[in-house]
């Protein structure tokens, strides 16, 4: 019943940006912990950020200073900015959800189907 939609991936020039959309359908909510991962082939799945009810927000190093999450409440709507990017950054960029906790731990029940992002040099 409740799904997670993503949209806003692509090509991208070393440098660019993009912002990635996933918007939550199906729930209404006001406790959360949302997150978007990123896997490259061959590579396991890296957490890359995420935001709970508090606004509480966390980055993996690698994204710090160039990479905001945030939220639309309105909208149910989670939002990744992402700015500076390089090749490195190349993944499939998944959004998830826990629905239950007003904080991250990292159990997220739903997630979204997955975009492509690609970084050139």
């Known amino acids: 019943q409740v799904h997670l939609v993503q949209s806003g991936g692509g090509a991208v020039q070393a440098g660019g940006s993009l912002r990635l959309s996933c918007e939550v359908s199906?729930?209404?909510?006001?406790?959360?912990?949302m997150g978007w991962f990123r896997q490259a082939p061959g590579k396991e799945r890296e957490g890359v950020a995420n935001?709970?009810?508090?606004?509480?927000?966390t980055y993996a190093d690698s994204v710090k200073g160039r990479f905001t999450i945030s939220v639309d409440n309105a909208k149910k709507t989670l939002y990744l900015q992402m700015n500076s990017l390089t090749p490195e950054d190349s993944a499939m960029y998944s959004c998830?959800?826990?629905?239950?906790?007003?904080?991250?731990?990292?159990?997220?029940?739903?997630w979204g189907q997955g975009t492509q992002v690609t970084v050139s040099s």
């Open positions: 998830a959800a826990d629905l239950v906790h007003s904080y991250c731990t990292s159990s997220f029940g739903y």
């Open positions: 935001i709970d009810s508090y606004d509480r927000t």
């Open positions: 199906g729930a209404t909510y006001s406790r959360y912990c």
